[in-house]
């Protein structure tokens, strides 16, 4: 039997945390959610970038115009201190909450690599919740490509953390988890998008071998995104294939279920493993 670091890593996009009616945050599923994270859960959490963009509509009656990146970098900014609060808000009071910054650089440098490692595990230690985000705020995608292409030339396999999904694949594979959960606007991956009857239940293989076969003919399936600038199913699944080979479970549910029902398996998901 494997031996994992690790509970959970957890994952919730930016739009799961907004509340499209009103245009604002859904404060139910961040108290949901907070309700569940204990110490040995490393929570993965998108929204800094779209919560800023909200908070500077209501105050300034428009958003900001101009250059792309200096905006997603401004909204980003007055995001991250919101997404914080909320999280400190509802996560039992008893534990440390700690905000975790993080680019590319940490998992493609092997000394930051181990630095994030340590630091991580160490939360475990000392009863406290990590809430990870790539860090927006200080990240020019003009040099970040530029620095990707860097790497790839210079090494075969590099981490790009083009988005969150990405980044709690790679926290998975860095802290050996048990379980990886990656929450969605959808109960999973589907045969066939339009029809929530074609769930794909269960993508398993004996091995390593033939779980990345079963991943490669589901990701076939897979086309679209559910919003602009998301990757969509297809990306997901390449994202958890390294972690999914190290014995982690990967679960892809829906963002309404509780941790605890995606889990034990009372509610509709995906789940991936080597059986």
């Known amino acids: 039997m494997p031996c994992f670091d690790v509970e959970l890593v957890g994952k919730i996009g930016s739009m799961a945390l907004i509340n499209k009616e009103y245009s604002d945050i859904d404060y139910n599923i961040f108290a949901r959610i907070s309700k569940e994270l204990k110490p040995g859960y490393i929570w993965v959490s998108s929204g800094a970038t779209e919560i800023g963009r909200l908070d500077y509509l209501k105050r300034a009656g428009t958003e900001l115009n101009g250059n792309l990146d200096e905006v997603k970098t401004d909204y980003a900014s007055q995001g991250q201190a919101i997404l914080m609060q909320n999280y400190r808000r509802f996560i039992d009071p008893k534990y440390s909450v700690r905000q975790v910054l993080v680019e590319h650089q940490h998992f493609n440098d092997e000394e930051k690599r181990a630095h994030l490692t340590a630091m991580l595990l160490r939360c475990k230690e000392q009863n406290a919740v990590p809430i990870i985000n790539y860090n927006d705020a200080v990240s020019f995608a003009e040099n970040r490509k530029m620095e990707i292409q860097l790497l790839q030339k210079a090494k075969n396999k590099v981490v790009e953390c083009a988005d969150n999904d990405e980044t709690a694949a790679q926290i998975a594979c860095l802290l050996n988890a048990k379980n990886l959960i990656i929450l969605t606007n959808v109960d999973g991956i ?20 033939e779980l990345i076969d079963a991943i490669e003919q589901c990701k076939k399936m897979c086309s679209g995104s559910s919003r602009h600038g998301a990757n969509g199913a297809k990306y997901k699944l390449e994202y958890v294939k390294e972690a999914a080979v190290k014995g982690t479970t990967i679960f892809i549910a829906n963002s309404r279920f509780y941790l605890k029902d995606i889990l034990e398996g009372n509610c509709r998901r995906t789940v991936i493993r080597i059986k």
């Open 190 to 209: 589907y045969e066939n998008p339009d029809n929530p009857e074609t769930l794909v239940k269960e993508i398993c293989g004996k091995n390593d071998l």
